[in-house]
């Protein structure tokens, strides 16, 4: 296991891309730390980086007490797990998991050994003398888990493992390998542009957008304070409500003229306000107007979707919640309501 830290650093490709801007975070020992954002935002380039994939424009990358910028990934002690899985379609199970310790001349009973302790681990015993085309897509991943496993590595690296695989599958791998990576305790390093993914499995989490590290934080704060208006709306599911409003008369006011806090002090102008969906009910003697659009069926819950004044907005109901037909009112949790900057879309 090792610590990975990250000191400013920066890729810029040879037509003058920048793909990630100067950069610096620590990641603890047995850590999992999800790199969560867009397509395009630089968390693959990042994590390629730190796999020793791609090369680091401008500073320094330490694995343990180690500044591996130069060194090739082989000699960085890491494992990596992709997207696409890589399995050598005329090689068995057996022979796909032990291949990395075949090349490293490891002992053949180490390797049996290793093996054999990778595939009880991963429910793979009786899979074993099967080719990767007689696999599920679920069961080729954990083969993919496997050969990783058996290196002992210091780092694990995923590069959004679990993007071909449907849904169900997708939620079944996830507590997998989060069950994994805790009994093995192997620091973690998780790339995803699926916040459900984030939230679900991350220690910590790192927000990047545009190639610049938007917020780092455990999934708690990046949902309940998020630094941005770009973070409110990328991490929940429904995102955060963002509403124009302005600061007026000491107040912070909805175009609808309501108060919803105190105005901080010397504020003035234009402002916007984030209320998570949960954190607002449907009140027949509510404080807002709302006019009920279109209903979302979830089971557990159900999502009121329409408008306040001319702005799109979302309720999060139970499943016996009573919903009127049309207009109705909607009060807030006051202790919930977040302010943005409406120019730089920066919290407050």
Do not use: W
């Amino acid at each position: 296991m090792a610590q990975v830290s990250l000191n400013n650093i920066r890729k810029v490709y040879p037509n003058g891309i920048e793909a990630v801007t100067p950069s610096s975070f620590g990641i603890a020992d047995g850590e999992f730390v999800v790199l969560v954002g867009p397509s395009g935002c630089g968390k693959s380039t990042l994590l390629r980086m730190i796999a020793g994939l791609e090369d680091i424009t401008e500073g320094d990358l330490r694995i343990g007490d180690r500044v591996v910028n130069d060194v090739d990934p082989a000699d960085r002690d890491i494992a990596m797990v992709f997207q696409n899985y890589a399995l050598y379609p005329h090689m068995t199970v057996r022979k796909n998991i032990g291949y990395g310790l075949k090349n490293r001349k490891t002992p053949q009973a180490e390797i049996d050994r290793k093996v054999v302790a990778a595939a009880a681990m991963l429910n793979l015993e009786d899979y074993l003398d099967r080719k990767p085309s007689q696999l599920s897509g679920g069961q080729r991943q954990r083969v993919a888990m496997g050969r990783a496993i058996v290196r002992d590595p210091a780092l694990f690296l995923f590069d959004e493992p679990l993007s071909n695989l449907d849904a169900k599958l997708r939620h079944q791998m996830r507590i997998e390998i989060k069950a994994l990576q805790q009994r093995l305790g192997v620091t973690s390093i998780y790339v995803t542009h699926d916040q459900v993914e984030a939230m679900t499995m991350a220690d910590r989490i790192i927000v990047l957008n545009g190639g610049r590290i938007e917020q780092i934080g455990t999934p708690s704060e990046i949902y309940h304070n998020p630094a941005s208006t770009f973070v409110a709306s990328f991490m929940g599911a429904p995102p955060m409500n963002l509403i124009d409003a302005s600061f007026d008369s000491g107040a912070v006011r909805l175009g609808c003229g309501m108060a919803v806090m105190d105005a901080p002090t010397g504020r003035t102008g234009a402002i916007t306000v984030g209320i998570r969906p949960e954190d607002v009910t449907l009140d027949a003697v509510g404080e807002v107007d709302f006019k009920i659009g279109i209903v979302e069926e979830l089971g557990a819950h159900r999502l009121v979707h329409g408008r306040l004044g001319e702005q799109a907005f979302t309720v999060h109901v139970g499943k016996a919640a009573e919903i009127p037909a049309g207009d109705t009112k909607i009060s807030f949790d006051r202790t919930a309501v977040r302010l943005f900057d409406t120019m730089t879309g920066q919290a407050l």
